[in-house]
């Protein structure tokens, strides 16, 4: 019976050590569920703090972007008004340049029939002159050739 008793006060402690042991196994893995669950609260608040950034920083990107590209539209919608204007002020300058040509070229082209109206009276004169010096040296020349036969 005394090995009865000592097997049973050793089956106790076992039991004892058993179950304190099973306690402290219970103890580590309620920590270690507890630890985990704060990891994994903690990561999602990151994850969510993360996505909110990225979210914003999007945001201001697009917000950028938009407003790059109304500067562009807006840079190329002057820079179009500028070159229309450019255009009009060559196509008037063209415009005014024809006229003051034509208007030259007509004065030239008036010049040019009086200078020819001109000289065709004073070839018409020339011509008489020559005709009339003509008929005065035969006349002479007849007299001459009379006088000396």
């Known amino acids: 019976m005394l090995c ?10 076992e039991i004892e050590a058993l179950t304190d042991a099973d306690s402290e196994f219970e103890a580590d893995c309620d920590s270690d569920t507890e630890a985990l669950s ?8 990151d994850c969510d703090s993360d996505t909110d950034a990225l979210s914003e920083a999007d945001s201001e990107l ?4 938009d407003s790059l590209t109304d500067a562009l539209s807006e840079a190329d919608s002057e820079f179009d008004a500028d070159c229309d204007s450019e ?4 196509t008037d300058a063209d415009s005014e340049f024809d006229t003051d040509c034509d ?12 200078l020819d109206t001109d000289c065709d ?6 011509s008489e002159d020559d005709s009339e010096l003509d008929t005065d040296c035969d006349s002479e020349t007849d007299s001459l050739t009379d006088a000396d036969s």
Do not use: G, R
Not at 87 to 90: D, Q, V
């Open 4 to 13: 009865d008793s000592l097997n049973d006060a050793d089956s106790l402690t």
């Open 38 to 45: 704060d990891a994994d609260s903690e990561f999602e608040t």
């Open 62 to 65: 697009d917000t950028d972007c």
């Open 87 to 90: 255009t009009e002020a060559l």
């Open 103 to 114: 208007s030259e070229t007509d004065a030239l082209s008036d010049a040019d029939s009086e």
């Open 121 to 126: 009276s004073e070839t018409d004169a020339l």
